[in-house]
């Protein structure tokens, strides 16, 4: 019985050691990891919506048909005169959710995209949608010419979430901010 009481004594003590130091730990990290997260935002705004200030409106989730999501709106301004938006979205992929900035010009079409989070897709093939080759195929599409991209062969869940996503960006603009800053 001693022994019992002894070694569960012991587990609750490494348990409280190993729990504190866990919190310890997030919370010196917490603000660097958001720090980073951001940074790599605003580099992937800046890719897809080039020479842009940024100014982030206040909008709910959005969640279309696809389940697709857009989680963040941002203004894309040149010369303080609103040039378009940058989406940040997301979609199912075939390992789980991709997410990405996409660039809208005030006309409805595409100005970039970038992948911001492809790491459970397959490496080799789903992880391919992060590359210049498949992503540049995106540039000047717009929601009658988004048909047209070819999937990337053997990748075809990945490449279908990447679509339904920037599918979502443009559901979005068009039902919401089409028409503005004309």
């Known amino acids: ?6 070694n569960a004594l012991i587990l609750t003590l490494i348990t409280l ?3 504190t130091a866990l919190a310890f730990v997030y919370s010196v990290t917490k603000e660097p990891i958001e720090l980073s997260d951001k940074k790599a935002t605003m580099d992937a ?16 989730d959005y969640s279309d048909e696809n389940n697709s999501t857009v989680s963040a709106v941002s203004k894309a301004k040149k010369e303080g005169k609103l040039a378009g938006y940058v989406f940040t ?7 789980g959710d991709i997410k990405l900035a996409v660039g809208v010009d005030l006309s409805g079409n595409i ?3 970038s992948v911001l989070d492809a790491s459970n897709e397959t490496p080799g093939l789903g992880a391919r949608v992060k590359e210049d080759k498949f992503t540049a195929k995106f540039k000047n599409v717009n929601s009658d010419t988004l048909s ?7 990748a075809t869940y990945s490449s279908k979430g990447v679509k339904n996503a920037v599918f979502a960006s443009l559901k979005y603009f068009n039902d919401n901010l089409k028409g503005e800053g004309k």
């Open 1 to 6: 019985m001693k022994t019992i009481i002894k």
């Open 17 to 19: 050691v190993a729990g």
């Open 45 to 60: 705004y800046s890719v897809v919506f080039e020479n842009a200030e940024f100014e982030e409106l206040n909008i709910k």
């Open 89 to 95: 979205c997301a979609s199912k992929g075939y390992g």
């Open 111 to 113: 100005t970039g995209i």
């Open 148 to 154: 047209d991209v070819d999937a990337i062969s053997g």
